[in-house]
């Protein structure tokens, strides 16, 4: 089998993950859309222009498959399988070259089918509709600290410095560096995330720093026992917050958010910190680096 300097393979929403490599007879050819467009916007002035807005113009990846690349292999069963994994969606592609390995969400906009030709063989056109950018899942580093205060004020990794009676508990810093890639000066540019918190603890929340001050926060007036968890997702197709019980039941608790707090967290491009105020709760945040071209 030849091997590609590039793969590519889909994966729906039942967890199935199918080859367009020639691994088991379909073959992914003349693959176009892996660029990117903007929508530009200016104001001009004697040959001049400055910039006003720009927008990312949706893609489209479309692709040639040849169906039933095998000898002898059942061509006409090679693509009713190909159309029973489409049958479950969400789809996403994934692109695999020397420079890493990333995602996209599509949709399944146009599937051609003619009729099986000399060779036996099947070979037509696919598009779908990108519903993201490229990413791929980045998870941060836990760093945590334990200790025990009768009195007086805490010093906390610098922050702000937290005052108590009695104050006995475990800050966790998470270190984040975001490299994803917008192709664009804006401040506006953050990308998603999801935060897990996972164990006993009251009033969970959390503080994001950012070139020296804090740009967000997010937290929750509830109560997690141990073995609960709680997802706080700000990922575009996954917005939700969660808790998830100790019989695996997931029920939103949405409204418990802190409204006092400038709520989801996005993540802005560099170096940050995120401080984690969960008690003795274990946390862990997930992004999404981001690529609008890969």
């Known amino acids: 089998m030849v091997k590609f300097l590039r793969q590519f393979h889909l994966t729906n929403g039942n967890g199935e993950t199918l080859g367009l490599n020639n691994e088991t007879g379909l073959l992914a050819l003349e693959p176009e859309g892996l660029g990117v467009s903007f929508d530009n916007d200016y104001d001009g002035l004697n040959g001049n222009y400055r910039s006003k807005s720009s927008s990312v113009n949706m893609n489209e990846f479309n692709i040639d498959i040849m169906y039933g690349t095998y000898r002898d292999q059942k061509t006409y069963q090679v693509f009713s399988d190909f159309?029973?994994?489409?049958?479950?969606?969400?789809?996403?592609?994934?692109?695999?070259?020397?420079?890493?390995h990333f995602i996209r969400k599509i949709k399944l906009k146009e599937l051609k089918k003619t009729e099986i030709n000399f060779a036996g063989?099947?070979?037509?056109?696919?598009?779908?509709?990108?519903t993201s950018p490229w990413y791929c899942l980045k998870s941060a580093q836990k760093v945590s600290k334990t200790f025990t205060t009768y009195g007086g004020k805490v010093p906390t990794y610098g922050y702000p410095f937290i005052y108590g009676p009695d104050l006995t508990g475990r800050y966790n810093i998470l270190k984040l560096n975001n490299e994803s890639v917008y192709l664009a000066e804006s401040e506006e540019m953050l990308s998603p995330t999801q935060i897990v918190v996972e164990g006993a603890c009251i009033n969970p929340y959390w503080e994001l720093w950012h070139d020296g001050r804090k740009v967000a926060d997010d937290g929750y007036n509830l109560t997690l026992n141990a073995g609960e968890k709680l997802i706080v997702s700000s990922f575009q197709d996954e917005i939700k917050v969660s808790r998830i019980g100790t019989d695996g039941f997931e029920q939103s608790v949405y409204q418990y958010q802190d409204h006092k707090k400038t709520n989801f967290?996005?993540?802005?491009?560099?170096?940050?910190?995120?401080?984690?105020?969960?008690?003795?709760?274990?946390?862990?945040?997930?992004?999404?680096?981001?690529?609008l071209v890969v």
């Open 265 to 291: 967290i996005h993540l802005p491009i560099g170096e940050s910190e995120l401080v984690c105020h969960v008690g003795a709760a274990d946390f862990k945040m997930t992004w999404r680096e981001e690529r």
């Open 83 to 100: 159309i029973l994994f489409l049958n479950h969606p969400p789809i996403q592609l994934h692109y695999v070259t020397d420079a890493g």
């Open 121 to 130: 063989r099947i070979k037509e056109p696919v598009s779908f509709d990108c």
